[in-house]
């Protein structure tokens, strides 16, 4: 079993940045990999960026590569997301997740937060 708890969303102004924190407990297998995905409203759950845990691989949505980092910490089991240059159209609920498989699919990944919201304004 692995626990996700996100925090550090927040109400910010187009162009601001904002970080996010994912703090990962219970079971972190070497071949962990964490995300973020997004949803904002009326829209369905779209895949943001995600890292294996054992090594620095990361991968991009075209929508945020370029402006977002995904990052992690293993000494304090927290996957990052740097977010910069942020838009209106970044508005959502920012959830962390967690699986096994190297995929972009929500399907694939067991684990959820609660999510934590992120509102951009123009």
């Known amino acids: 079993q692995v626990q996700l708890v996100e925090s550090g969303g927040g109400l910010v102004q187009a162009g601001d940045s904002l970080r996010l924190s994912c703090a990962v407990s219970g079971r972190t297998f070497s071949n962990l990999r964490v995300a973020w995905f997004r949803q904002a409203p009326g829209k369905e759950r779209e895949f943001t960026a995600r890292?294996?845990?054992?090594?620095?691989?990361?991968y991009y949505a075209d929508s945020v590569k370029g402006r977002f980092t995904i990052s992690r910490d293993n000494a304090k089991n927290t996957v990052s997301l740097q977010m910069n240059s942020l838009k209106p159209e970044d508005t959502a609920v920012y959830y962390c997740?967690?699986?096994?498989?190297?995929?972009?699919?929500?399907?694939?990944?067991?684990?959820w937060g609660q999510g934590t919201q992120v509102t951009v304004s123009s």
């Open positions: 890292i294996t845990w054992s090594v620095d691989s990361t």
């Open positions: 997740a967690a699986g096994r498989v190297h995929s972009r699919a929500e399907a694939d990944f067991d684990y």
